[in-house]
């Protein structure tokens, strides 16, 4: 029963991580881009401009990209604490009546209005159409066709690193370190009964 309860506790403050992810990383990329446009906006040459405005598409691609992926993991979630089997009865109620309240109970006006969407999707969204406006049209002559190349290319080459990169791969003595501490405690446990 212990190690349900320890299970139970380990989901719902995953639950909770997860919650404090999105908020700190739309902390973190607003500041970022607040700074970056200052940069863009206060430098004198083509090529910072270009440069800048590529970092700040790039940025807010992973910022996108990653709160698509966010937001399915938090639905994930929310449905893994409303189930029975996995909760238990009472918290999967408790969860399952609050979800159903938020649902049905507020005015129909404001319902649409869901954070973890607008902060995933729409803001990391809005902010690089915006970056893509200001470094296209970085010199007064109109928008420049060969920055949306060095965008586009940009893009094309982070999503195939960030898919195909895994980087370094733990060993599997750093793995066993740790399964053999814990089977090392358990043992000391069932010495001393």
């Given at each position: ?105 507020q005015p129909r006006w404001i319902r649409w209005a869901r954070a ?25 002559s109109g928008a420049r066709f060969s920055a949306l190349e060095i ?43």
């Amino acid at each position: 029963m212990a190690e349900e309860e320890f299970g139970r506790r380990l989901l719902f403050d995953f639950f909770i991580h997860e919650a404090e992810n999105i908020h700190n990383r739309v902390d973190w990329f607003l500041i970022f881009h607040g700074i970056l446009f200052e940069a863009f906006l206060s430098t004198h040459y083509a090529v910072h401009r270009i440069t800048l405005g590529t970092l700040g598409c790039l940025v807010s691609y992973v910022w996108l990209v990653a709160g698509v992926r966010q937001l399915w993991d938090v639905r994930q979630l929310v449905e893994s604490v409303k189930d029975r089997n996995i909760m238990g009865a009472a918290a999967a109620d408790l969860f399952k009546g609050m979800y159903k309240a938020r649902a049905e109970c507020q005015p129909r006006w404001i319902r649409w209005a869901r954070a973890t969407p607008a902060f995933c999707i729409l803001l990391p969204f809005a902010v690089l159409v915006a970056w893509l406006a200001v470094t296209t049209t970085y010199a007064d002559s109109g928008a420049r066709f060969s920055a949306l190349e060095i965008i586009g290319l940009a893009i094309a080459l982070l999503t195939v690193a960030w898919a195909f990169l895994r980087g370094p791969t733990p060993s599997a003595e750093a793995i066993a370190l740790l399964r053999d501490k814990n089977t090392s405690q358990e043992d000391g446990k069932d010495r001393g009964k």
